[in-house]
């Protein structure tokens, strides 16, 4: 197993990976928020124009990807996706510790997801990570987020040394 960053040839491997990992929204999701398919090639593009995406690969496949993105004083890490069948085998774990060693020139890192998403906030919690004392704040300040996102979204930090 390996992580690396990803570039347009991964676009589609990486979109198929999203999409089959988001199926499992529809368990805590009404259908109205659910989106079918949760990226398109397109968003994969545009997103990967103000941040970088990372993949985890066994040999040639890739099962997991995770974005880099950085705004104002702190890192964002976006749209963490682990295919089902890959789940609970330490990949998301993996990806977030290949991302921190990216990480430079900021004092934290933030990580959202919905307040019912149960599987990603324990990963959250495991790898060390923090619940903000005010998310909606964050939500705010460091996302672009429609705002009925906003009261069913939690986030998490995790300091880092600002000099490395
Ligand atoms: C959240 C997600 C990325 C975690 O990926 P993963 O590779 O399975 O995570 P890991 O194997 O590294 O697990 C790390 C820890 O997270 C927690 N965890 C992960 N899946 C869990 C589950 N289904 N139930 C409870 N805890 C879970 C556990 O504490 C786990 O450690 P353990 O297996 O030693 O107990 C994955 O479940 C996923 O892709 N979910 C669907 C998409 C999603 O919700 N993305 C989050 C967007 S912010």
Known sequence: MMVRALGASDARAAVTVIST???????????????????TL?????????????GAFDGVDLVGVMGLEYAGNA???RHA????????QGIAAMLHNHLERQVV?????????YAANYKARAALEKAGYQPSPDPEAVLRHYYDIPKDRLQSSVTYEKHVDSDR
């Open 81 to 88: 996706y682990v295919l089902p069948d890959r789940q609970r």
């Open 42 to 54: 397109e968003s994969w593009v545009e997103e990967a124009r103000r941040m970088t995406w990372y």
């Open 21 to 39: 990992a988001a199926k499992w929204y529809a368990e805590f999701l009404t259908p109205s928020e659910v989106h079918e398919p949760e990226m």
């Open 75 to 77: 890192a964002l890490f």
């Open 105 to 113: 020139g900021v004092d934290k890192i933030i990580v959202g997801t």
